[in-house]
């Protein structure tokens, strides 16, 4: 792997893991609904979350109609009444307290730090990325930290980009590596953007093929004795 000045990693998927945070934030939510909660639920809403978060990246969705359209979708699904806007601010009140990491995150930043210079780049939204990230060992790792919601445009879109360079101080797109778990956000948006990308790719999915990715890792550990 050649030198790189700056690292850029996702948040979700890549260091923090979020499917546990959401499991978790979801069966709490669950249950101050009355709900009793069971895997199907689990696997109902990351199926439409995924697509609604899809949808946002796209530019198909606002981040408000997100927030409501994925409880509405929810409770359809299972024929439950409920307030889908009121229920996803419980949602997202549980998910900012699920800080979770992903196995050798902790240690491959502990790695790269002082050798780099580190952001975060986040679809998300402020009120659940910024505690999160507080409560968690990463807390002061990452400068700038650049969040969707904070700045009104998500990943891939170049302007995303262009806010992170120039909060970095706009350095030379080729000292620039972005490390992530998403095909669309992360590499589809570095490969628009001109940057090398590092796909985390713990599960061995396949890529497109029109899509010009520079490395693959499989586990943290692996791309911590490749920097």
């Not at 101050?32 to 895997?39: C, E, H, K, N, S």
């Not at 024929?79 to 419980?90: C, F, I, N, Y």
């Not at 790792?141 to 980009?161: L, M």
């Not at 570095?190 to 599960?203: A, H, K, M, R």
Request: charged share 20%; with cysteine; glycine share 10%.
């Amino acid at each position: 792997m050649k030198k790189y000045r700056w690292l850029l990693f996702d948040a979700d998927g890549t260091l923090f893991d979020f499917a546990r945070a959401e499991e978790s934030a979801l069966a709490q939510t669950c249950r101050t609904l009355g709900i009793d909660f069971q895997p199907a639920h689990a696997e109902a809403y990351r199926r439409i979350n995924v697509a609604a978060w899809h949808a946002f990246e796209q530019g198909e969705l606002s981040l408000t109609d997100l927030r409501s359209i994925r409880f509405a979708r929810f409770f359809a699904e299972f024929g439950l009444e409920g307030d889908p806007l009121a229920t996803s601010d419980q949602y997202i009140a549980f998910l900012g307290q699920g800080h979770y990491l992903l196995d050798g995150a902790e240690a491959l930043i502990a790695g790269v730090t002082g050798r780099y210079d580190l952001a975060l780049i986040t679809n998300g939204i402020s009120h659940v990325q910024r505690p999160r990230l507080a409560a968690s060992p990463l807390a002061n790792s990452f400068n700038p930290v650049v969040i969707s919601d904070e700045i009104g445009v998500a990943k891939p879109d170049p302007a995303y980009f262009d806010y992170a360079f120039g909060q970095m101080g706009w350095p030379a797109r080729e000292d620039v590596l972005i490390i992530g778990d998403s095909l669309t956000s992360d590499m589809r948006g570095g490969q628009n953007y001109g940057v090398d990308t590092c796909w985390f790719n713990p599960e061995g999915k396949a890529a497109p093929a029109d899509l010009a990715i520079t490395y693959e890792v499989r586990s943290l550990g692996e791309l911590a004795g490749r920097l």
